[in-house]
């Protein structure tokens, strides 16, 4: 099978690569000249555990190449971003994923089979994609199968999840699917799951948006456990102790390019109904707020004035900062000219972070923890000792030696 997959970002890179491992002839594409150079030259362009090694092994197999224009191929991947429109309920933007499909019609012939990876808005499928690709003349499901493949890999456990996780196949007709899952069998370790591409959209925005809505009840019960002197994390665990509860973790405010999007999407489609997953992302987007608060409360106790930012990404152990909270409080107390506020992320390369962590610390009157790298789970004393007042707010629980040291806050002491 030869594969042309357009977009080499977050899942379009590590999902090529691994058809590639599994002995597909691939060929990249990315409108960046930048990134088609550096994956050419063995080298890639995003962080992920495992992607490195195995973009070496199937470029020395000959089995992987990186351009600025698609070929001819027996299958099309379409993984590029789906970002919200600026209208009032933030739908879904198509045109990356619209102009991927021009993109590609010069080199289609019958028989091929085009899969859309992207997180895209409920009937996009059939109301969008096939009636472009019907307007070429093609019949869908006899001269072109037509597929939604969404992903569900975990930034982070990507090439493992890749493999392992459960794959949803949605066709546009029957045909269509069959087509599709045939694809994914070349390395779906998981169970393929057959459906419609219209169930199949629905699906993947309902899994983030589960997890959007789960967050935010974590998030309420960390403030309304604050207003009533209760310690939220201790009751988080012990509901969970139930054989039916899972209560999620609150945090400084939901991030990246998935839960913070994608619920918009159905939001936008029916929003007179979707009235949870509306509050659900107001009380989200109202977390970086609360922890400025919090943290301007704090500084006020003690008169101080440097605060040291621990972490910019959306989540611990990546280095992407889209949709990130942590980057909304950075800014937001950064504007602040009562403050002297450093930024420290040993996975993030902009100009303004500060590498030095002793650096960072020096004269410190608060560290604010906002995401949850290994990096920060074990502070010394040590390091606290550089800190002109040892006052730490770690809002993801992770900091767990040498508290006691220390005037430690999280969500489940932040009441007293
Ligand atoms: N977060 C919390 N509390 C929690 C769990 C997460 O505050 O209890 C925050 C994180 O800090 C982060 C945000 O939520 O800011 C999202 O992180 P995440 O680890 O939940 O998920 P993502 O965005 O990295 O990946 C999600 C995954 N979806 C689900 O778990 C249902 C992944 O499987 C999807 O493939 C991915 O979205 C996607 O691409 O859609």
Do not use: W
């Amino acid at each position: 099978m030869k594969l042309c997959t357009v977009g080499l970002g977050y899942i379009g890179l590590p999902t090529s690569i691994m058809f590639a491992k599994y002995g597909v002839d691939v060929v990249g594409v990315d409108v960046s000249q930048n990134v088609i150079d550096s994956l050419n030259n063995g080298k890639i362009h995003i962080e992920e555990p495992g992607l490195q090694e195995a973009l070496e092994e199937v470029i020395n197999k000959g089995n992987f190449k990186a351009t600025l224009k698609p070929e001819k191929a027996d299958t099309f991947i379409i993984a590029v971003p789906t970002p919200n429109n600026e209208d009032e309920h933030k739908s879904c933007d198509l045109t990356y994923v619209l102009s991927a499909v021009e993109s590609i019609l010069p080199y289609l012939e019958k028989g091929n089979t085009v899969i859309v990876e992207s997180t895209i808005a409920p009937r996009t499928m059939d109301d969008s994609v096939k009636p472009r690709l019907e307007e070429e003349g093609y019949t869908i499901g006899e001269d072109i199968f037509l597929v939604h493949c969404p992903e569900r890999v975990l930034p982070g456990q990507i090439m493992q999840e890749l493999i392992y996780n459960n794959r949803i196949v949605g066709g546009v007709t029957d045909a269509c699917t069959e087509k599709g899952a045939e694809v994914y069998e070349t390395f779906v370790k998981g169970e393929i799951i057959k459906t419609q591409a219209k169930t199949a959209e629905m699906s993947k925005l309902m899994e983030n948006t589960f997890r959007d809505v789960n967050i935010a009840l974590a998030n309420e019960l960390a403030k309304v456990s604050t207003e009533l002197g209760i310690n939220a994390l201790e009751v988080i665990e012990m509901a969970n102790k139930h054989p039916r509860v899972n209560l999620h973790t609150p945090g400084p405010g939901v991030g990246g390019h998935c839960l913070a999007v994608d619920p918009y999407f159905i939001i936008a489609k029916a929003p007179e109904s979707a009235k949870l997953i509306n509050l659900a992302r107001e009380i989200n987007s109202s977390m970086p707020e609360y922890v400025v608060e919090v943290a301007e409360k704090l500084l006020a106790n003690n008169n101080g004035k440097k605060i040291t930012v621990f972490g910019l990404t959306y989540k611990g152990n990546v280095d992407d900062i889209r949709e990130s909270p942590a980057m909304d409080i950075y800014e937001e107390l950064n504007a602040k000219p009562q403050y002297d506020v450093v930024a420290y992320d040993p996975h993030v390369k902009l100009s303004f972070v500060e590498k030095d962590l002793s650096k960072a610390l020096d004269g410190s009157d608060l560290v604010l923890v906002l995401t949850d790298h290994n990096e920060f789970k074990a502070l010394t004393s040590e390091h606290y000792s550089k800190m002109h007042t040892p006052l730490v707010f770690d809002t993801k629980n992770i900091v767990k030696e040498n508290t006691d040291k220390i005037n430690y806050i999280n969500y489940g002491n932040l009441y007293k």
